[in-house]
T-cell receptor
């Protein structure tokens, strides 16, 4: 049982490049989330999903897109990366009946130059 | 959605009890309070959740007064490994969309 895994762990992009971050969970959770955390700050919710095939916007969705084609996977895409998107990205999942207990992945450190 | 206010940082010594208070003056009837712990370079970890009065588990206790406008996370006999950032979080039980708001967090530093 690996819990929540994220791929890749580190990435450096040039401004304007695109990439996809992959989140996978093996706990059969219905809810999945993408957050970003900037230095010295708390987490901010980017997008979330309440089930396979569904997505919704969080606090800071601009510049990101997401997809949940399979229940166990939640993808975060950056179509045209900007330096302001330099951050650590965390994925999380939770059962729908215990939404407050989220299980977080190890994070992806993204730098956009 | 409610916003929370916590102290930015706290210092303690090993073996002491640490109490971190969070203010959530605009908490709504359907809101609950959750606390998370985050170590450097790791994702947050759920510690405890409550709605009212007192909740205790193997890690911590959570005290919530009757008006629910604040809550206190109590860590008994802290050790060096409890040095971390602690987040007070208010969530909404309502259906039709779930959002999580993390406050700024309290950086706890435990000294030997």
């Amino acid at each position: 049982n690996a819990g929540v895994t994220q791929t890749p762990k580190f990435r450096v992009l040039k401004t304007g490049q695109s990439m996809t971050l992959l989140c996978a969970q093996d706990m059969n959770h219905e809810y999945m989330y993408w957050y970003r955390q900037d230095p010295g700050m708390g987490l901010r919710l980017i997008h979330y999903s309440v089930g396979e095939g569904t997505t919704a916007k969080g606090e800071v969705p601009d510049g990101y897109n997401v997809s949940r084609l399979k229940k166990q996977n939640f993808l975060l895409g950056l179509e045209s990366a900007a330096p302001s998107q330099t951050s650590v990205y965390f994925c999380a999942s939770s059962p729908h009946t215990v939404q407050y207990e989220q299980y977080f992945g190890p994070g992806t450190r993204l730098t956009v130059t | 959605l409610a916003k929370t206010t916590q102290p930015i940082s706290m210092d303690s010594y090993e073996g002491q009890e640490v109490n971190i208070t969070c203010s959530h003056n605009n908490i709504a009837t359907n809101d609950y309070i959750t606390w998370y712990q985050q170590f450097p370079s790791q994702g947050p970890r759920f510690i405890i959740q409550g709605y009212k009065t007192k909740v205790t588990n193997e890690v911590a206790s959570l005290f919530i007064p009757a008006d629910r406008k604040s809550s206190t996370l109590s860590l008994p006999r802290v050790s060096l490994s409890d040095t971390a950032v602690y987040y007070c979080l208010v969530g909404d039980f309502n259906t039709g969309g779930f959002k999580t708001i993390f406050g700024a967090g309290t950086r706890l530093f435990v000294k030997a």
